[in-house]
Structure formats: C-alpha cells, structure tokens
C-alpha cells in the first residue's frame, strides 16, 4: 500500500493565486492567425465572452469561452495548480472535439505567465506556449504560439485581449 502525498503547507506566495485575477466576467477580443505553420500573416478577428470561476478552494479555476466566429462555438480550460511543482496545468477542451487537449504547465514570474506544452497541430507535432502579460485587475493579455524546431522559433497564432466587464 502507498502512503499519501505529505500535505504541502499553504503558502501564498507560492503561486496558487496567480490566476485569481480573473474571477469573474470577460469580454474577449480575439485575432487569430488564419493559417497556422504555413508561412501566413493572415489574421482573423472576433468577438467573444469568457467567466471563470475559482475550484478546488482555489487550486484550480475553470472559465467558460462562448463565441459566434465560425459558426459559433464553445471552450472551457481548466487550470489546476500542482501544489508539489507549484506550477500549474492549463488544458482546453470545445465542444468541435469533446476532448481535453494535453496540457501546458508553467507558472508567473515578474507579472509574466509562461506556459509550455507538447501538442499536435493537423498531424505536426509542436511545442506550444502561452503567455499571460499586461494583467491588472481589468485587463489581461493571452497568447499562444507554436515551435516546431523546440523553441528554436515561434509563430504567435492566437492573441486574446480580455476586458472586464462590470458588475
């Protein structure tokens, strides 16, 4: 028989809150790159809204992406903080595949979220990274982008611009 995991005293600089910013409810502005790894610089713009929500005694939080670009559709990520790594785990999951996407893991450090995860884009494998900059208590920045040559390069595809929306 396995003992448990020894239970890690709470600290709260430890990271579990880095993502408590975004409680609440989002406006998103989205540009996202028509074609992804094809040389493209072609971009898309649209609207959407997103509300997340604490989980876990916050350790974890889930949002909720809701758009009509493309036919409409829905997302969710689920970001659990490892309390041994003190990192965290962000997975995406829509409703085009029912599936939850492998994670990227990282953490925030001097205000910026670096993320990094293994994932396959139209049969390529590829590195992808977020990052989260420019967060205040109204506004934050996300985007993604993926390496083929592991991190050698990158090709942003995705910006979002959240905006707080009152109440």
Not at 41 to 51: I, L, P, R, V
Not at 84 to 89: G, I, L, N
Not at 107 to 119: K, L
Request: with cysteine; aromatic share 14%; charged share 25%.
């Amino acid at each position: 028989m396995t003992s448990p995991s020894p239970i890690v005293s709470p600290s709260e600089n430890d990271g579990r809150h880095d993502f408590d910013f975004y409680y609440g409810h989002w406006k998103v502005r989205n540009e996202r790159l028509k074609q992804r790894l094809a040389g493209s610089d072609e971009w898309e713009t649209f609207e959407a809204t997103q509300s997340c929500r604490p989980l876990l005694d916050g350790i974890g939080n889930l949002d909720d992406f809701a758009t009509g670009w493309n036919g409409g559709f829905r997302g969710m990520t689920l970001r659990l903080f490892d309390l041994q790594a003190r990192q965290w785990r962000i997975y995406w999951a829509s409703n085009r595949s029912g599936v939850l996407e492998p994670p990227v893991m990282g953490r925030f450090e001097a205000g910026i979220g670096t993320f990094y995860g293994r994932d396959i884009h139209e049969d390529i494998p590829v590195l992808a990274r977020f990052l989260w900059s420019d967060v205040t208590a109204d506004s934050a920045h996300w985007q993604q982008a993926f390496s083929t040559d592991e991190g050698a390069s990158w090709e942003t595809n995705w910006h979002m611009w959240m905006t707080r929306i009152a109440g």
